[in-house]
């Protein structure tokens, strides 16, 4: 131990567990991250990766195929045991090619489903209904629906739960 410390050596966890599940890291695959929600679920995430004791790689990507490329082969290349999706920015494709390489993969807030692949979802539903019932019991009567051309999936669901909503309680806002 004397002579570790003398050498300044320090354990190389990644190069002695490189086979084991455990000790390899979780891509965080991330776009946006200057957005307050999206820098909030990063400071969670990496928070609770750290406490169990696994090491948090942040990949950020942009809805560039060539950018979502090459945060795949890194990805990939440092045999991470599971990858996070934490928007709709990168392609459907690349969550199937980390199921394809035996990575664990975790969507947040996307619609596409299938074996390997684990979701967490905001209930869009209830929250929709919840924000219809504020507007309402705020006076609100004329009401418009700012929407957006990205189309990601958790946007479209947001719109979707909202314009029904809406509509059950008879009206038809302007969009």
């Known amino acids: 131990m004397a002579a570790a410390k003398e050498l300044n ?31 909030m679920l990063l400071d969670a ?31 990939l290349s440092y045999r991470a045991s599971a990858s996070i999706v934490m928007s709709g920015t990168p392609p459907g494709q690349m969550v199937q090619s980390c199921v394809d390489a035996g990575q664990k993969v975790i969507l947040i807030n996307r619609g596409e489903a299938g074996p390997g692949v684990h979701q ?3 209930d869009y539903r209830d929250a929709m209904a919840d924000a219809l019932h504020m507007l309402l019991r705020a006076g ?12 990601t999936p958790s946007l ?14 008879g009206l038809d806002p302007a969009v």
Do not use: W
């Open 9 to 39: 050596y320090h354990v190389n966890h990644l190069a002695r567990g490189i086979s084991k599940d455990e000790s390899r890291p979780v891509c965080l695959l991330a776009s946006n991250m200057t957005k307050p929600y999206h820098g």
């Open 45 to 75: 995430l990496t928070r609770r990766l750290q406490a169990a004791g696994r090491m948090a790689m942040v990949i950020n990507v942009t809805a560039d195929p060539e950018s979502a490329q090459e945060a795949l082969e890194r990805a």
């Open 120 to 122: 967490v979802r905001i």
């Open 140 to 151: 609100c009567r004329r009401i418009g629906l700012a929407g957006s051309s990205k189309g």
């Open 156 to 169: 479209a669901s947001r719109e979707r739960m909202f314009l029904g909503a809406a509509a059950a309680s």
